[in-house]
């Protein structure tokens, strides 16, 4: 299979250069197994390999011994391995000695010490628009955000409703790019079995119920994007099915197999009244698991633009948060009691911060303008700074800086 270049191959570079060990994590399938081997010299498959167990009991020292640097695919199944990785860093005193790739993130009783110092970690997603080939890049998100060049003018990047709706439905999976409809639905559809028959309980060896694992997965898709809390998921599972314990450990779970990436609150200063929410945002690390678990297709997808809409900014959200962890910038999203909101807020050292507003057509572009406005005047710029540029990313429009100075972006032309 052809490897596509991911933008963490630069960065895993970078961390093994400087750490004595790195953990890539992210969602299973989103190629960190693929991108690791490429860095390894040696690899050891702790999660298929029959004789890890055998040895991790007896001397498991002997799995540390391997040309450098070492990969452990699958580390989180035998988690008492970090400790062991950890103590080795310390005796060997050198750089790039070990990658760990995992799918889960163990509990906190399994890693005894936290490893700073010894360990970076990075954190993988599913293909970005750069990553795919479908985003020129022209135009920076870090220039953005910290200030820079003026974006170019860009009037080729217009991107045709259909291409939308196939990218939300088949994601950013490695596997699937190029892959014929027929065929990346029903790869997904396998993958969302699997995940409620399987992966939610092999997590921490606990049965989850997989009806009630379905359910709550469909009311997160249908909510997509939305600070949605937990008594609206309980309604949306059935009177009787879950209770709240019920919910949260399953939330929990979705968080710790990286399904579920929560986008928090932005705490900031304002001069009015309002006070601010705190409940974050719900994504899934790819937008196909939505789909999957709405049992969507193409056609039925296109038959409500609204819910695109909000599909099309969970899209945003994911492939910002690709370009800002590259940059170390933090991803967050505006709203107050007025039920004013802001879709993404990126923040980056200094203090500086730029606004996003999210909409798949230029139909709404005029209102995203004065909502941006009228939140960035309502800023208390005593306390902070003003924002560094005001944005609205498209999904079928043009890239271009409209006369009052903000910036409407396409995402086919938004990168690093």
């Given amino acids: 299979m052809k490897y596509h270049k991911r933008i963490v191959d630069d960065l895993l570079k970078d961390n093994l250069e400087a750490s004595g060990a790195v953990w890539v994590r992210g969602i299973k399938s989103c190629g960190k197994t693929e991108t690791a081997k490429r860095f390894a010299n040696s690899v050891l498959q702790v999660d298929i390999d029959p004789n890890v167990a ?52 163990p509990d906190d009783n399994a890693r005894t010490h936290s490893g700073v110092g010894r360990f970076t970690i990075i954190n993988m997603r599913t293909m970005s628009w750069i990553e795919q080939g479908l985003s020129s890049g022209s135009v920076s998100l870090k220039d953005l955000v910290l200030g820079g060049k003026k ?5 080729q990047t217009h991107t045709e409703l259909s291409v939308i709706i196939e990218t939300l439905a088949r994601g950013g999976w490695p596997a699937l790019i190029g892959m014929s409809n027929n065929k990346f639905s029903a790869v997904n ?60 450990d399953y939330l929990e779970t979705l968080e710790r197999i990286m399904v579920l990436e929560n986008q928090p609150a932005w705490r900031t200063h304002i001069r009015s009244s309002a006070s601010l929410r705190k409940t974050p945002k719900r994504h899934f690390a790819d937008t196909s698991i939505a789909v999957a678990a709405l049992k969507l297709d193409l056609s039925t997808i296109r038959n409500d633009l609204k819910y695109v809409g909000f599909l099309f900014e969970s ?28 879709d993404i807020i990126v923040s980056g050292f200094g203090g500086k911060w730029a606004a996003f507003e999210v909409k798949l057509g230029v139909g709404d572009i005029d209102s995203a303008v004065e909502n941006l406005k009228t939140i960035a005047q309502d800023i208390d710029t005593s306390k902070i700074l003003p924002p560094s540029s005001l944005n609205i990313i498209t999904g079928t429009g043009y890239t271009y800086t409209r006369s009052d100075g903000i910036n409407v972006i396409s995402l086919a032309s938004l990168g690093l």
Avoid: C
């Avoid at 974006?151 to 009037?155: A, E, G, P, R, S």
């Avoid at 997989?210 to 469909?218: D, E, G, R, S």
């Avoid at 997509?224 to 009177?239: F, H, K, N, R």
């Fill in 54 to 105: 055998v040895t991790m009991s007896v001397s498991p020292s002997e799995l540390l011994v391997g040309d450098t640097p070492r990969l452990f695919d699958e580390w989180q199944t035998q988690p008492k391995l970090w400790d062991y990785i950890r103590h080795e860093v310390d005796n060997r005193q050198k750089k790039g000695q070990f990658i760990l790739t995992g799918s889960a993130t």
């Fill in 189 to 248: 559809n396998a993958y969302f079995e699997q995940l409620t028959e399987t992966d939610m309980s092999k997590v921490s060896g606990i049965r989850r119920d997989p009806v009630k694992v379905k359910a709550l997965l469909a009311s997160l898709a249908r909510n997509i994007a939305t600070p949605v809390d937990s008594s609206t998921l309980i309604a949306d599972m059935g009177e009787g099915s879950a209770t709240k314990p019920t919910v949260y």
């Fill in 315 to 342: 899209l945003v959200y994911h492939d910002i948060k690709v370009y800002a962890e590259r940059n170390y910038l933090g991803v967050s999203y505006y709203r107050d009691s007025y039920d004013r909101e802001i």
């Fill in 151 to 155: 974006i170019k003018q860009d009037l």
